[in-house]
């Protein structure tokens, strides 16, 4: 995937944001926190890598938390994640906040463009759904090759993955966020994108 740097928007600092696959969020995670950490549970390592879903700011919270208690084995870690509280709660360290990154990233991408704007509110209302084009086109009353090109810039702030068969699904960490996006109750405003920045999406969409 190509990366995408997030310009500043209202003091947000530029982040890059590009997925890692399992090796090299192990080897993220092993220059934080130890190797022979993580190869004491290699299970429950594997299991943070999936929880953590490649995102490298997940990763480096995941890791700063386990480098700063020492004493923490690994499973206790995914322990905490897993307990059903909220993951993005969990993610969080210091200055670095998965949640916070995301609503930055939709932010920007719907300062750019409205339309994927209102296309990622559309698929945050159903974020385990897959997603079609053309469908997304006749709820949203734009042309299929309108949608596509709003889909694919969610992809590239990666907020959105290629599901094949022309359809998009959110990857694991957003559609976390976006399912709290779900439980915001509609004001005069709509519905805001929980972080920071605040953004109102559907006073976007005209």
Known sequence: ?????????????RVALSPLAEPGARELLA????????????GATAELIGLCAGSV??????????????GMPVAALVGELTAGGSTLDLLSYDDLSVRASLAAAVAVVASEDEVAGRLFELLAACPEAPAAVDRAAAQLGE????????????????????????????PALVRDYAAELSTVPSGPASRLVRGKPFLTLSSRSG
Not at 1 to 13: F, I, S
Not at 31 to 42: I, K, N, Q, T, V
Not at 57 to 70: H, K, Y
């Open 57 to 70: 700011l997940a990763l480096r919270v995941a890791g700063s938390r386990l480098a700063t208690w020492p």
């Open 31 to 42: 220059a934080l926190a130890g190797p022979e950490r993580l190869a004491s549970d290699p």
């Open 1 to 13: 995937m190509a990366r995408r740097a997030l310009g500043n928007l209202d003091g947000v600092r």
């Open 143 to 170: 042309s299929t090759e309108r949608i596509r090109r709003a889909m694919e810039g969610l992809v590239d702030a990666h907020l959105v993955a290629r599901g094949g068969a022309a359809r998009y699904r959110l």
